[in-house]
């Protein structure tokens, strides 16, 4: 499981480094295979999880996001 703290980006034409909030918050996990292979799973501040229960095909666009 991880969670980021603090993102920071490059301005290429200055070469300044700048804190960047865009992705704060957000966390996952990194799962590893044995086999040299990775995955990551990247979920945004304030994810809900949906209703399993229902049929995911009934959901509409908002539903989904």
Same mark, same amino acid.
């Given at each position: 499981?991880?969670?980021?703290?603090?993102?920071?980006?490059?301005?290429?034409?200055?070469?300044?480094?700048?804190?960047?909030?865009a992705?704060?918050?957000?966390?996952?996990?990194?799962?590893?295979?044995?086999?040299?292979?990775?995955?990551?799973?990247?979920?945004?501040?304030?994810?809900?999880?949906?209703?399993? =229960?229902? =049929?995911?095909?009934?959901? =509409?666009?908002?539903?989904?996001?």
């Open positions: 499981m991880w969670r980021f703290i603090k993102i920071d980006s490059i301005d290429k034409k200055s070469g300044d480094w700048a804190f960047d909030p992705f704060t918050g957000w966390n996952g996990y990194i799962l590893y295979d044995g086999q040299g292979h990775m995955g990551a799973q990247i979920t945004p501040k304030g994810y809900k999880d949906f209703d399993a =229960n229902k =049929n995911i095909n009934s959901l =509409n666009i908002e539903g989904l996001k």
